[in-house]
């Protein structure tokens, strides 16, 4: 059985959770930085950890809809860059759905991102937009 207080803070994520998916979608396209890929790429690994446990406090508090880094064509330079490890595919950018109130919002949440304020993302690039409703999505049920 769970005690109370856990069942409480449940109770409440769910809650939260329920009223997030009330709000508008929104999309973030944020290209990193092309002048000098490996070394964007070496910005971006160095502070990797510090960007996902970020995205998994968003993804709690229902934030964060959906998340990944993108990969650039085949021919681009960092398929064969040799500081790439072995282990991990190419990178060149992001694409995030959120769930906020507004475009400023989002705007506010990327400019706290290690990936932004690491110029890991090319700040003049980035793409933030608001996905149309569906029939139904978003009234009370």
Same mark, same amino acid.
């Given at each position: *059985? ?8 449940? @109770?409440? /994520? @769910? *809650?939260? *959770?329920?009223? +997030? #998916?009330?709000?508008?979608? =929104?999309? @973030?396209?944020?290209?990193? $930085?092309? !002048? ?6 070496? /910005?971006? %690994?160095?502070? /990797? ?5 970020r995205a998994e406090e968003d993804k709690k508090e229902g934030v964060l809809e959906f998340g990944r880094g993108t990969v650039p064509p085949p021919s681009h330079p960092l398929h064969s860059d040799p500081? %790439? ?10 694409? *995030?759905? =959120?769930?906020? +109130?507004? !475009?400023?919002?989002?705007?506010? /949440?990327? +400019?706290?991102?290690? $990936? $932004? ?5 090319? #700040?003049? #690039?980035?793409?933030?937009?608001? =996905?149309?409703? %569906? ?7």
């Open positions: *059985m769970i005690p109370t207080l856990s069942r409480l803070k449940l @109770a409440t /994520r @769910a *809650m939260t *959770m329920t009223n +997030k #998916k009330q709000l508008p979608l =929104f999309y @973030a396209i944020c290209p990193d $930085y092309d !002048t000098n890929p490996s070394e964007t790429l070496q /910005r971006r %690994l160095k502070v /990797r950890p510090e960007h996902w446990r500081n %790439l490890p072995s282990n991990l595919q190419a990178m060149n950018g992001s694409i *995030m759905f =959120f769930r906020f +109130k507004s !475009t400023s919002e989002v705007w506010n /949440r990327l +400019k706290e991102d290690v $990936y $932004y304020t690491g110029d890991v993302w090319d #700040k003049d #690039k980035i793409q933030v937009g608001e =996905f149309i409703k %569906l029939p139904g999505e978003g009234e009370e049920a």
